[in-house]
């Protein structure tokens, strides 16, 4: 199983210039979501999407934009990159968007983006 | 601001030794804790979870411990191998919510 995939790997953009992180899971995973990671500043959740057609902001949503495609496909758009938004991109899944267990998330391989 | 933390960002462990990873939390409400290791250029993977109402829960070669009374929460990583350098992660699922809570991560190095 390929589990998360996230695509592309690494992207460098100049500041205002627009793009889409794609991120596909085979688990059939009820629950998708995006973080992103800064140095000492751990995994911090920009949107995520408890079941296909639901979308919720999370902590820094400032300045993207996601996309439940369907149930496999979970979408991250810059509108207007801004160097603040350079990070680690990372899509994750998890069985069930719901307030019981311990809803473990299986995350993808990163997405590395630099803002000019 | 975040609920979970780690006491150091750093632990260097010499090959064989027993690591022990530490982590605070504030929420006390929390219902279940996770531990995640990220490898170099990889996402994090999880490690082990255990829930509000235990104290102790062993995996392969690691063992978590739940301290409700001071909020605390180690990871424990018997006979230290290359393999476990890695940046480790504590997370918690806040009651009445799914999503996590994660800490900022302990970067562990491994010695030969």
Same mark, same amino acid.
């Given at each position: 199983?390929?589990?998360?995939?996230?695509?592309?790997?690494?992207?460098?953009?100049?500041?205002?210039?627009?793009?889409?992180?794609?991120?596909?899971?085979?688990?059939?995973?009820?629950?998708?979501?995006?973080?992103?990671?800064?140095?000492?500043? #751990?995994? *911090?959740?920009?949107?995520?999407?408890?079941?296909?057609?639901?979308?919720?902001? #999370?902590?820094?949503?400032?300045?993207?934009?996601?996309?439940?495609?369907? @149930?496999?496909?979970?979408?991250?758009?810059?509108?207007?990159?801004?160097?603040?938004?350079?990070?680690?991109?990372?899509?994750?899944?998890?069985?069930?968007? *719901? +307030?019981?267990?311990?809803?473990?998330?299986?995350?993808?391989?990163?997405? $590395?983006?630099?803002?000019? | 601001?975040?609920?979970?933390?780690?006491?150091?960002?750093?632990?260097?462990?010499?090959? #064989?030794?027993?690591?022990?990873?530490?982590? +605070?939390?504030?929420?006390?409400?929390?219902?279940?804790?996770?531990?995640? @290791?990220?490898?170099?250029? @990889?996402?994090?993977?999880?490690?082990?979870?255990? $829930?509000?109402?235990?104290? @102790? *829960?062993?995996?392969?070669?690691?063992?978590?411990?739940?301290?409700?009374?001071?909020?605390?929460?180690?990871?424990?990583?018997?006979?230290?191998?290359?393999?476990?350098? +890695?940046?480790?992660?504590?997370?918690?699922?806040?009651?009445?919510?799914?999503?996590?809570?994660?800490?900022? #991560?302990?970067?562990?190095?491994?010695? +030969?």
């Amino acid at each position: 199983n390929a589990g998360v995939t996230q695509t592309p790997k690494f992207q460098v953009l100049k500041t205002g210039q627009s793009m889409t992180l794609q991120c596909a899971q085979d688990m059939n995973h009820n629950s998708m979501y995006w973080y992103r990671q800064d140095p000492g500043m #751990g995994l *911090r959740l920009i949107y995520y999407s408890a079941s296909e057609g639901t979308t919720d902001k #999370g902590e820094v949503p400032n300045g993207y934009n996601v996309s439940r495609l369907n @149930k496999r496909e979970f979408s991250l758009r810059l509108e207007s990159a801004a160097p603040s938004q350079t990070s680690v991109y990372f899509c994750a899944s998890s069985e069930r968007g *719901r +307030a019981y267990g311990a809803n473990v998330l299986t995350f993808g391989a990163g997405s $590395r983006l630099t803002v000019l | 601001g975040e609920s979970v933390g780690l006491h150091l960002p750093t632990l260097s462990v010499q090959e #064989g030794d027993n690591s022990i990873i530490n982590c +605070a939390y504030s929420n006390s409400a929390s219902d279940y804790f996770i531990w995640y @290791k990220q490898e170099s250029g @990889k996402g994090p993977q999880f490690i082990i979870d255990i $829930r509000s109402n235990m104290d @102790k *829960r062993q995996g392969q070669r690691v063992t978590v411990l739940l301290n409700k009374t001071v909020k605390h929460l180690s990871l424990q990583i018997a006979a230290t191998q290359p393999g476990d350098s +890695a940046v480790y992660f504590c997370a918690e699922r806040p009651p009445n919510d799914y999503k996590l809570s994660f800490g900022a #991560g302990t970067t562990v190095t491994v010695r +030969a």
